[in-house]
């Protein structure tokens, strides 16, 4: 258990440069303007693998004697420690072998190999694998190399903070690090507060993984029942020893923050950046920005460790959904408006001129209709409350779901099913220029004696608006409807025989 000093000199004796670069500190001037005060982003995205985790790996690897090294490394990791641990021993010229779980993705176990690691695929969940690198181990004699817990990986760590206090000198109110296994904050904090013990050092975990902050609670190390997996570089049931020991000393808090609040976060990075963070990367921004609105926040300089950028790309669709939620920039609501003609243009109206993102419905049989909508927030909360106060004083009901994630994750894409008795339904597509009123714009010229009886809408962000509509039209309308279409200058499809509406929507 080395004491401070020794901590110091090892962090600042660490021989990461062989292989990571010192990351810039970038100012995020979006962000400090909207939050009204300095934030800087230290960009350990940027290095060679895309995550810090390279600089404990390689302190540790470099450490080890020549027997040892002659022996060759071990480690357990579906991310970002494997890739660390791999590029270290490549450029050290030493054996490194990977246990990963059988189900980590074929980009991971490629990217493990392409450094020249040889990867070992065993078990189904981390567990598995981990159990497995420890009887290699012993059964070959390799050197096992950890992914958080161990003096020289913490020190490895540690730099970051050495280049974050000469990359900025002046005034610094407070530092936000993510914690996993608690690697990464055990070497910051450890510097920090031995340099600057004024600077608060605050590590944020995912809510639904924060088990360092239930082991500081419980003062002891407790194994979480769950652990959530959206942040997976983070998805830690149990601090180590070591960094338990050392945050419990040294950190000044943790925040805790949600998937949402992360999803937002990277949004924020993407924005003032044009980088992309993973979920573990953005966490500490997240953290940061949820600090701001604690009554203990001054209104000195703040600096988050976007810790890495490993990211499957097909993610960003989830995550661009999300920001939206996290960030309080959208309402969801599910409103109840009588059912007959003309009553969603009231509705509609009642909103203003926001931005609907969303607008989904599905006739069924009754005298109400019920309505999934999503409103754009230019006021977050308060436009919120304002919103669903104006629906209860127009007798709207009306359900806030704007925190239920069964409705974000599934309802919102599935409003809908087959209806009984729908009568002379034809269906269409449409698409119009997107811009704010454009959807009432679209309702105002439907003749208001045609019933809607289905109509999907998302506004995905692009040039155009795309609207799904069943409209009940009789069969001696139908030429006043094919006039209707002549005169509404927006392109359309007709879709009433399309084998996708017949087999999942069609009730007649
Ligand atoms: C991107 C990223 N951020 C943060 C962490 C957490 O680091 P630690 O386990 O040292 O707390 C990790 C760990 O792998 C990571 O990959």
């Keep these: ?294 009554p203990e926040a001054g209104n000195g300089p703040l600096i988050a460790i976007n810790s890495g950028a490993n990211l499957n790309f097909d993610r960003l669709q989830h995550v661009a959904e999300r920001a939206q939620v996290g960030e309080r920039s959208e309402a969801l609501i599910a409103v109840t408006i009588p059912e007959r003609p003309g009553s969603y243009r009231q509705f509609i109206r009642l909103l203003g001129d926001r931005q609907i993102t969303e607008f989904n419905y599905r006739y069924a049989a009754g005298a109400d209709a019920h309505i999934f909508v999503g409103v754009q927030l230019r006021d977050g909360e308060r436009e919120r409350e304002q919103i669903l106060a104006l629906l209860k004083e127009r007798d709207y009901p009306a359900i806030d779901l704007s925190d239920n994630e069964l409705a974000k994750l599934h309802v919102r894409h599935m409003v809908g099913g087959r209806a009984a008795s729908v009568g002379n339904e034809l269906v269409y597509r449409f698409e119009f220029p997107e811009r704010p009123g454009a959807l009432l714009r679209f309702l105002e010229v439907l003749r208001s004696d045609w019933n809607i009886s289905m109509f999907h809408y998302r506004n995905h962000g692009t040039d155009f608006g795309r609207v799904l509509a069943g409209i009940q039209v009789e069969e001696a309308d139908r030429p006043a409807f094919a006039g209707f279409l002549e005169e509404l200058g927006y392109p359309w499809w007709e879709e009433t025989d399309n084998p996708a509406y017949r087999l999942f929507l069609d009730g007649s």
Aim: aromatic share 6%.
């Design 1 to 294: 258990m080395p004491d401070t000093q020794n901590y110091i000199r090892r962090i600042l004796t660490s021989s990461v440069y062989d292989v990571a670069i010192e990351s810039p500190l970038d100012p995020m001037r979006r962000l400090s303007q909207r939050i009204g005060t300095p934030v800087f982003l230290k960009r350990e995205d940027l290095q060679p693998v895309y995550s810090f985790k390279l600089r404990g790996a390689y302190n540790k690897v470099a450490q080890l004697s020549a027997e040892e090294r002659a022996r060759g490394v071990i480690c357990a990791s579906a991310g970002n420690h494997a890739q660390g641990v791999a590029l270290a021993t490549q450029k050290l010229g030493i054996r490194s072998v990977i246990v990963m779980p059988r189900t980590t993705p074929g980009i991971k176990v490629a990217a493990v190999r392409n450094l020249g690691g040889e990867v070992v695929l065993f078990g189904d969940a981390f567990d598995d694998a981990r159990r497995h690198a420890m009887e290699l181990e012993r059964e070959q004699g390799l050197v096992f190399v950890h992914p958080y817990d161990d003096p020289d990986v913490i020190a490895g760590q540690g730099t970051v903070a050495v280049e974050l206090l000469r990359q900025h000198p002046g005034p610094l109110e407070a530092v936000f690090v993510p914690i996993g296994g608690g690697g990464l904050a055990s070497g910051i904090a450890l510097y920090i507060k031995f340099l600057r013990p004024n600077v608060k050092v605050i590590g944020v975990e995912p809510d639904d993984a924060a088990s360092m902050k239930a082991a500081i609670a419980a003062g002891e190390r407790v194994v979480l029942p769950h652990v959530g997996l959206f942040a997976d570089g983070v998805a830690v049931a149990q601090a180590g020893v070591e960094t338990f020991r050392i945050c419990r000393e040294r950190l000044d808090g943790i925040i805790t923050v949600s998937g949402d609040e992360i999803c937002a976060a990277i949004k924020d990075i993407f924005d003032d950046t044009r980088a992309i963070a993973e979920p573990a990367g953005a966490l500490a921004l997240a953290g940061l920005k949820r600090y701001r609105t604690l």
